[in-house]
Each structure stands twice: as structure tokens, then as C-alpha cells.
């Protein structure tokens, strides 16, 4: 088993930052990719960035230019830095991580972004 842990959520302006965490733990034998979806309630999840095992940071296009995704050397903790952040950007953020064909979630930790 894979526990992930996010933290890092929080209220914050429109314009502000943000840096969330995820960190890894359990049954991990190797570094895998990670990412992390967002949620609205009462909409699906959508991707916002994703990092593979061997470091290629990938976004969809409305976070490009404003979120960086990253990890540390060990693999086990993933970062997403939000600057530039919008209203629109207020969800429910989890982060993913795929190993041996199985996706483990963490809890979600809450971004708010007040106009």
C-alpha cells in the first residue's frame, strides 16, 4: 500500500501563491510518475500537471506559465507552486501515483482563491 499525504491548501488572493506538498510513503520500490487532478463540486476531476518518473514535467494549458510541478531527489514528495492564481482556480486538489498498474489518491487539500 501507498499513502499519500497533501498539505499545503489554503485561502489566498487572486494574484497569490501557493505550494502544495505531497508526500509518499508506504510500499514505494522505485520512483514512479505523480501528478496532481483538481476538483469542483458536482464536476469531474480534471489533470492539472503530471511528472514521470524520469523528471518531464507535463501541464494542460490553463495552468501553463503559472504552476510548476516538481519532486524532490528521493521521488517520494511532489510540489505544485501556483502563482498567478485565479478564482477559477478554487478546487479541491489531490495528487496521484501510479506504480505496478495502480493509481493511489491522496485526501485532497482545499484551494480557495477569492476575487
Given at each position: 500500500q501507498v499513502q499519500l499525504v497533501e498539505s499545503g491548501g489554503g485561502l489566498v488572493q487572486a494574484g497569490g501563491s501557493l505550494r502544495l506538498s505531497c508526500a509518499a510513503s508506504g510500499s514505494i520500490f522505485s520512483i514512479n510518475?505523480?501528478?496532481?487532478?483538481?476538483?469542483?463540486?458536482?464536476?469531474?476531476?480534471e489533470l492539472v500537471a503530471a511528472i514521470t518518473r524520469g523528471g518531464s514535467a507535463n501541464y494542460v494549458d490553463f495552468v501553463k506559465g503559472r504552476f510548476t510541478i516538481s519532486r524532490d531527489n528521493a521521488g517520494n514528495t511532489m510540489y505544485l507552486q501556483m502563482n498567478?492564481?485565479?478564482p477559477e482556480d478554487t478546487a479541491a486538489y489531490y495528487c496521484f501515483y501510479l506504480q505496478d498498474g495502480l493509481a493511489y489518491w491522496g485526501q485532497g487539500t482545499q484551494v480557495t482563491v477569492s476575487s
Open positions: 510518475d505523480m501528478g496532481w487532478y483538481r476538483q469542483v463540486l458536482g464536476k469531474q476531476r498567478s492564481l485565479k
